[in-house]
T-cell receptor, first 113, second 112 residues
């Protein structure tokens, strides 16, 4: 069974640009959640999607958005990039019930210059 | 902050020794999970303990949970160099949300 796939692995952008990250979950998993990881803040929850619906959202500005497609693949978009958006962005998939274990992708390392 | 806390933040031990790391959290939980992260990579699930369990074992891992103190500990016995990684606890709350609150992590270094 293939694992969670995130693309691209690395991204370099400049301030003001926008970026789209992609996540393909494990086959059969309907939940995809996104996390931002920085050295100072640890893992911060961004949002979670289940069957194309956002079920939960973290405390991030509206510049951060996401969506999920009918095949459960998910994308995350960050508009008007700021230097502080530099981070490792991780997605995780699960079956979708409360407390299910998460399966993580390798992440996308975003650097904003 | 909702974030859980782990201590120590960093731990350095010799191969063969045991490593213990602790996690404290703030809310009522459905379960608590431990994950490992190798440098710059995704997290890997290690073990899950439910709120009505007090102790659980998996190979060289032992997890305890004290819901009255809102704390958990992870013990890795007979550590190996390959155990070098960051370890995170994550709590699934009972509030009906679908997000997990991660601790700040413990960086473990096992010296050969």
């Amino acid at each position: 069974k293939a694992g969670v796939t995130q693309t691209p692995r690395y991204l370099i952008k400049t301030r003001g640009q926008q970026v789209t990250l992609s996540c393909s979950p494990i086959s059969g998993h309907r939940s995809v959640s996104w996390y931002q990881q920085t050295p100072g803040q640890g893992l911060q929850f961004l949002f979670e999607y289940f069957s194309e619906t956002q079920r939960n959202k973290g405390n991030f500005p509206g510049r951060f958005s996401g969506r999920q497609f009918s095949n459960s693949r998910s994308e995350m978009n960050v508009s008007t990039l700021e230097l502080g958006d530099s981070a490792l962005y991780l997605c995780a998939s699960s079956l979708g019930g409360i407390g299910e274990k998460l399966f993580f992708g390798s992440g996308t390392q975003l650097s904003v210059l | 902050s909702q974030q859980g806390e782990e201590d120590p933040q960093a731990l350095s031990i010799q191969e063969g020794e045991n490593a213990t790391m602790n996690c404290s959290y703030k809310t009522s939980i459905n379960n608590l999970q431990w994950y490992r992260q190798n440098s710059g990579r995704g997290l890997v699930h290690l073990i899950l303990i439910r709120s009505n369990e007090r102790e659980k074992h998996s190979g060289r891992l032992r997890v305890t949970l004290d819901t009255s103190k809102k704390s958990s500990s992870l013990l890795i016995t007979a550590s190996r160099a390959a155990d070098t990684a960051s370890y995170f606890c994550a709590t699934a709350t009972t509030s009906g949300t679908y997000k997990y609150i991660f601790g700040t992590g413990t960086r473990l270094k096992v010296l050969a």
